[in-house]
């Protein structure tokens, strides 16, 4: 029998790992908001995608995960009581988040079958492959509604239709009179922190100088740690907008929506960009498990650079894929002028 929700109980939703991945699967929280519409839907989440989160629509509210965790057990409990806990799904495995539902006595556990912690705490047990499977990691996150009676595999573009925002934060008027109202403005976000196979910055460089800045802003963007890498290019180009370490996540969301493309490798940011129905560029390895069949973003303006060849030769070279560097800075200038055309009229 199909999971059952009394009435005024919740449930929770946990995914603690990266923004990307937390990103994919914020269309679970729709789909059990059309399954429960009278239920309250909790995300557990760490403090670094929070920010994200309490913007979207189908999210009634948040625990963070790292406060959680510095509380005495008996404080937890009360938290997931204070909620009305009454099934959790544990999209992102982990022994620690696993047994912590089975300590506060959540009554209804689901994870994957394929961890042998599931097996002590979970309770309802959902067995398929992530690495082996066909299927986008949004697709694959809605196997774990099945114990709530949704078997259906929605579509990329039925996924791409369940991101719902509530407003967003105004962006900071000191970044926002930095920002030119008559050009067309395209991010930049060159590093991933090493998660995805990079474009190099020489890739970068050379696809700035194909953009006529009488027409095109172009704005860098990354966090304080990236910057030394990202120096190459503010010594070359003048003229872009150096934002690499000066916003905090919720203000980088809102300067995406402010503008008009972003260009990143398999990135958090990408996703963000792609969820706000930016033109969102993304460049992609074609090597298994990372390539865009797996991990693209999802929406209405992405374009996946990926070449279509077998990548033996870089699959160990993450430093200096040559799939992804074999993708030219004219192409991608030539799809921004595209774009860029449409958008002016």
Same mark, same amino acid.
């Given at each position: 029998?199909p999971?059952?929700?009394?009435?005024?109980t919740?449930?929770?939703? %946990?995914? &603690?790992?990266?923004?990307?991945?937390v990103?994919?699967?914020?269309?679970? &929280?729709?789909?059990? =908001?059309k399954l429960?519409?009278q239920?309250? $839907?909790v995300?557990?989440?760490?403090s670094?995608t929070?920010?994200?989160?309490?913007?979207?629509?189908?999210?009634?509210? &948040?625990?963070?995960?790292?406060?959680?965790? %510095?509380?005495?057990?008996?404080h937890?409990?009360?938290?997931?009581?204070?909620?009305?806990?009454y099934? %959790? #799904?544990?999209?992102?495995?982990? !022994?620690?988040?696993?047994?912590?539902?089975?300590q506060t006595? $959540?009554?209804?556990?689901?994870?994957t079958?394929?961890r042998?912690y599931?097996?002590?705490?979970?309770n309802?047990r959902v067995?398929f492959?992530?690495?082996?499977?066909?299927?986008?990691e949004?697709?694959?996150?809605?196997?774990?509604?099945?114990?709530?009676g949704?078997?259906?595999?929605p /579509?990329? /573009?039925?996924i791409s239709?369940?991101?719902?925002?509530?407003t967003?934060t105004?962006l900071?008027?000191?970044?926002?009179? =930095?920002?030119?109202?008559d050009?067309f403005?395209?991010i930049?976000h060159?590093k991933?922190k090493?998660?995805?196979?990079?474009w +190099?910055?020489?890739n !970068? #460089?050379?696809? #700035?100088?194909?953009?006529?800045? %009488?027409?095109?802003? $172009?704005i860098?963007?990354?966090t +304080?740690?990236?910057?030394?890498?990202?120096?190459?290019?503010f010594?070359?180009?003048?003229?872009?907008?150096?934002l690499?370490?000066?916003?905090s996540?919720d203000?980088?969301?809102?300067?995406?929506?402010?503008c008009?493309a972003?260009?990143?490798?398999?990135?958090?940011?990408?996703?963000?960009?792609? #969820?706000?129905?930016?033109?969102?560029?993304?460049? !992609?390895?074609? @090597?298994?498990?990372m390539?865009?069949?797996?991990?693209?973003?999802?929406g209405?303006?992405? +374009? @996946?650079?990926?070449k279509?060849k077998?990548?033996h030769e870089?699959?160990?070279?993450? !430093?200096?894929?040559?799939?992804?560097?074999?993708?030219?800075?004219?192409? @991608?200038a030539?799809?921004?002028?595209s774009i860029?055309?449409?958008y =002016?009229?």
């Open positions: 029998m999971i059952h929700l009394p009435e005024n919740s449930i929770l939703v %946990s995914r &603690t790992d990266s923004i990307g991945d990103i994919l699967t914020i269309p679970l &929280t729709f789909q059990l =908001k429960f519409p239920n309250k $839907v995300f557990l989440c760490t670094y929070q920010p994200i989160l309490k913007h979207i629509q189908t999210i009634d509210t &948040t625990i963070n995960y790292n406060d959680l965790t %510095s509380l005495p057990l008996n937890q409990k009360q938290i997931f009581q204070q909620h009305s806990i099934a %959790s #799904i544990i999209a992102f495995p982990s !022994y620690e988040i696993t047994r912590l539902m089975y006595n $959540v009554p209804y556990r689901v994870a079958s394929h042998w599931s097996w002590i705490f979970c309802q067995s492959s992530r690495k082996n499977s066909n299927l986008h949004a697709q694959l996150n809605f196997k774990l509604l099945e114990p709530f949704y078997t259906n595999t /579509s990329l /573009s039925e239709d369940m991101y719902q925002f509530k967003l105004p900071p008027e000191t970044i926002k009179q =930095k920002l030119h109202p050009k403005k395209v930049l060159p991933s090493g998660s995805a196979r990079e +190099k910055i020489e !970068y #460089i050379q696809l #700035i100088k194909h953009l006529d800045s %009488s027409k095109y802003q $172009v860098i963007t990354g +304080k740690n990236e910057l030394p890498a990202l120096q190459p290019i010594k070359e180009c003048s003229d872009v907008l150096n690499v370490g000066e916003t996540l203000e980088l969301i809102s300067l995406i929506n402010e008009d972003l260009i990143a490798a398999s990135t958090g940011t990408l996703h963000m960009a792609a #969820i706000l129905g930016k033109h969102t560029i993304g460049i !992609y390895p074609p @090597i298994r498990p390539h865009p069949g797996r991990w693209a973003a999802i209405k303006n992405v +374009k @996946i650079f990926c279509e077998d990548c870089c699959k160990n070279n993450p !430093y200096d894929c040559r799939c992804v560097q074999s993708i030219s800075s004219n192409e @991608i030539s799809y921004i002028y860029a055309s449409q =002016k009229n």
